[in-house]
């Protein structure tokens, strides 16, 4: 008999992909890595602008031409003081010296020569920061040449911030200006240790005070210490000596030392007269001396303070506009 044929069928072949299939099909990957890649880099740019929102801002300085005064603010803001509450030089009696002083001190450092850092210290009343912002003014009206914007510059900076003054140092390094920083009624009590980073900034630390930059500093205490403060350390320490070494160090660091004593009644007076013939206040000369001695003795002192404040008090009687 013959053989019959199989009645199994051979598989059949699968058909064959078309080239344009295939592109597609190996396309597929390519398109998917790609897409990925750009959420990816879409991720990281969102999370570097959210970082760059919670970041601290760099600090720089504002426009120092748009004002000679300024106010540290220790969150990095220097505010600018469109008009300075200051004397006139000519008005400030019985400090000839150590005007002239702190002038010529002034003028050295506005020239770029060499000048030491300031402490005025001594009776209260008796104009020491008066002659700090009168200083400014006078040596700046003589180097701005007629111009509004003057290269001295003066940077009030508050005893509570006294710990931020290095970040201040910093930011005014370099510039093409040069500044005074200012701090008004200086002094440190028993648990105050932010004299410290005063005495590394001022002089002793690497990187020292910057050469365009120069501080002033008033205080009615010469040490800048309280009398207690210095006994106690005298009194408990090991050492007493290196103690006490330790704590007046700080006003070493200031090359000048102006002492501002108690005024006597003549210089009082002539006070009281300058400020009179300065605003044009009219009044009888001997009732004039006696109502001002009277207004001393009862303020139990004679100071350019008490002065001032008897001067308000006759122009404000007199109807006289103090301007």
């Not at 390519?30 to 959210?50: F, H, M, P, Q, T």
């Not at 020569?113 to 912002?133: Q, T």
């Not at 003549?266 to 001695?293: C, F, G, N, P, Q």
Request: with cysteine; proline share 4%.
């Amino acid at each position: 008999m013959a053989k019959s044929k199989s009645s199994k069928s051979k598989p059949k072949a699968a058909p064959k992909a078309s080239a344009k299939q295939s592109a597609k099909t190996s396309a597929k990957p390519a398109s998917n890595g790609k897409a990925n890649a750009l959420a990816s880099a879409d991720v990281l740019e969102r999370i570097a602008n959210a970082l760059e929102r919670l970041a601290p801002k760099a600090k720089a300085l504002p426009d120092l031409a748009a004002a000679d005064a300024f106010i540290w603010h220790p969150d990095g803001r220097l505010a600018p003081v469109p008009r300075v509450n200051r004397v006139e030089m000519s008005l400030l009696k019985g400090v000839d010296r150590v005007r002239d002083t702190l002038i010529e001190n002034t003028e050295r450092f506005a020239k770029g020569l060499p000048a030491n850092n300031a402490l005025l210290w001594g009776a209260r009343g008796m104009g020491k920061s008066s002659l700090v912002k009168a200083s400014h003014a006078t040596v700046n009206a003589q180097l701005a040449g007629g111009r509004n914007d003057g290269p001295l510059k003066l940077v009030e900076i508050h005893r509570e911030d006294i710990e931020s003054l290095p970040e201040l140092m910093a930011l005014m390094r370099g510039s093409r200006y040069r500044f005074i920083v200012f701090c008004d009624d200086l002094s440190f009590d028993a648990d105050d240790t932010s004299y410290k980073s005063l005495k590394a900034v001022l002089e002793g630390g690497i990187e020292g005070r910057p050469d365009n930059v120069i501080f002033y500093a008033t205080s009615n205490r010469r040490h800048l210490l309280s009398r207690d403060m210095i006994e106690n350390e005298r009194s408990t320490g090991i050492n007493p000596g290196e103690a006490v070494e330790e704590k007046v160090s700080l006003s070493d660091r200031f090359g000048l030392w102006l002492g501002f004593h108690r005024c006597s009644q003549d210089e009082y007076l002539a006070m009281i007269d300058s400020y009179v013939t300065h605003y044009k206040i009219k009044a009888d000369a001997e009732e004039l001396r006696r109502d001002a001695l009277e207004w001393s003795t009862t303020r139990g002192s004679r100071s350019g303070r008490v002065a001032w404040q008897f001067i308000q008090d006759l122009a404000g009687r007199l109807g006289v506009a103090l301007s």
